[in-house]
Structure formats: structure tokens, C-alpha cells
């Protein structure tokens, strides 16, 4: 399956990717996981990426699509696979239906997580994340680790990343009301989405979610 989850900032979509992409063995393709994971290894394109990402505006369509585009062609997405973050506003929607034709593919479905903006807040403000890996995702309260500040898969330091910052936050929501809400009306025209309420547990979310895509 080739699926799209979209939704705002804090919704949930890392932390319900992971648990779909092994459910349904696809690869959990996140654009905010690769960028961080730049920035880690002091890329040139980690480098490019910061400031925007910090500031919680979109990192520009030149750097963002060709990552993309090379990560959705290695070997293991090649039967499908799950994006997260990705396309993020109409022009790389435009590209990736682009890309898919080339390649004789099509989407399956988008899944758009819809949360009140003030539970985002609070997801935001407790979140935590893990240095070696940031696909793993905690909560300081809704999903806490077992040893406070360690990563209970990896052992990794866990960390506020920089984008939480209350101006940055702000700032992600504005960006996404105005630049990548309108991919959700893009996709509606094509039949594909989905809406999940994506309140209560995680655990129910996801079956939410399986639901949805057995249709
Ligand atoms: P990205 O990493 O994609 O961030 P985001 O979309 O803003 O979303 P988040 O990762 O903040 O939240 P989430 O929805 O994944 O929620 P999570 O699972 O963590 O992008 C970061 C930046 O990279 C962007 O701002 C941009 O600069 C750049 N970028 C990335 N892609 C780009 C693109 N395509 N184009 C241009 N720039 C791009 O959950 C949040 C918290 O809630 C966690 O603590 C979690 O434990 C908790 N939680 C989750 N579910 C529940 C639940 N059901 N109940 C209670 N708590 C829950």
C-alpha cells in the first residue's frame, strides 16, 4: 500500500507511522525524521534545513522533494509505503502524483488525523523525543518512558526538539492552516482521504486507522 497521513503539527502521525508501517510491512517514510537525522550527521543539506525547521517553517520544495523522491526509491519501498509529513503543501502533492505516474503507481489512501488545536498544544508541550532515533516519540504524561529521560527502545538521551518552542509552534499551525490543509481538499478530489478522529488512546486511534484503509 502506498499511504499519505496528514494532519497538524502534534496530531500523532510519527507515532501512529511507526505502528502502521509494521503492521501493514511498509516502511515508515517521515521528511522531519530524515532532515533531523541530517542534522545529526552535520550534512550539507542537514545544515540547509535547520533554520527553517527550527522556526517551524517549511524547509523549500528544492531540498525537500528530491529527499523524497530518493528515499521512496530505495529497494525496501518498493512494494509500498507509509509518508509521513510528506507532501506538505500542493506543489509537492503535484510532484509525488508526478513521480508515481513515472513509475506506474497510484495512492491508496490518505489518512488525515484531526485533533483540536489545544490537545496539540498539549502533546506538544510534553513530548519528548529520542536523540538516536526521532521516530521514537514519548510523552512526558500521555506516554512516558520508563526511565525518565532515556529512550526505552534505544537507550537515547530524550530531548525537546527545537520546533516546540511556543513562537515555533505558533508559527508550524499557521503554516500548516495555510500550506498544507489545502492538499487535504487536493486528495478529497482524487477520493482518497480518510478522516480519523485522533483522540484517546493511541492504541484506538490506530484501529481507527486500519479500519479506514480495509474499506
Ligand atoms: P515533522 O517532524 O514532520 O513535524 P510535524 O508534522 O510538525 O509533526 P510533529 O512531528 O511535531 O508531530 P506528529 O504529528 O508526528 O505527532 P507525534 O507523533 O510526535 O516536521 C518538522 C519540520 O520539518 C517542519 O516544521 C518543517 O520545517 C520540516 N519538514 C518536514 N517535512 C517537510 C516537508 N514535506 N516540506 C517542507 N518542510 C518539511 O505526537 C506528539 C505528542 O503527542 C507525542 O509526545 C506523543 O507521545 C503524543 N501522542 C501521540 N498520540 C497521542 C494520543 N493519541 N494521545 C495522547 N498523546 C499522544
Known amino acids: 500500500m502506498r499511504i499519505v497521513l496528514v494532519g497538524p503539527p502534534g496530531a500523532g ?14 516502511p515508515h517514510i517521515s521528511t522531519g525524521d530524515l532532515f533531523r537525522a541530517n542534522i545529526s550527521q552535520g550534512t550539507e543539506l542537514g545544515r540547509r534545513a535547520k533554520a527553517f525547521m527550527d522556526a517551524g517553517d517549511l524547509v523549500p520544495d528544492e ?22 509529513g510528506f507532501p506538505r503543501n ?19 489512501a490518505v ?17 519528548r523525543t529520542c536523540r538516536k532515533d526521532s521516530s521514537h516519540i514519548f ?34 499551525l499557521e503554516v500548516y492552516h495555510t500550506q498544507t490543509e489545502p492538499i487535504i481538499d487536493y486528495y478529497k478530489a482524487q477520493g482518497l482521504v480518510s478522516t480519523i478522529p485522533a483522540l484517546g488512546e493511541v492504541k484506538d486511534v490506530t484501529q481507527r486507522a486500519m479500519d479506514a484503509l480495509k474499506k
Open 90 to 108: 500542493v506543489s509537492q502533492a503535484e510532484a509525488l502524483d508526478e513521480m508515481l505516474k513515472t513509475a506506474g503507481m497510484n495512492l491508496d
Open 13 to 26: 502521525k510519527g507515532t501512529q507511522a511507526t505502528v502502521l508501517a509494521e503492521t501493514l510491512s511498509i
Open 139 to 172: 510523552h512526558v504524561a500521555y506516554r512516558p518512558s520508563k526511565v525518565e529521560g532515556i529512550c526505552d527502545i534505544d537507550g537515547g538521551e530524550l530531548y525537546v526538539r527545537e520546533d516546540q518552542t511556543e513562537d515555533a509552534v505558533r508559527n508550524r
Open 63 to 84: 531540498i525537500t522533494i528530491g529527499m523524497a523522491k530518493d528515499r521512496m526509491e530505495q529497494a525496501d519501498a518498493a512494494g509500498g509505503f507509509l509518508l509521513d
Open 111 to 127: 489518512l488525515d488525523l484531526e485533533v483540536e488545536e489545544d490537545e496539540v498544544v498539549k502533546r506538544l508541550a510534553g513530548r
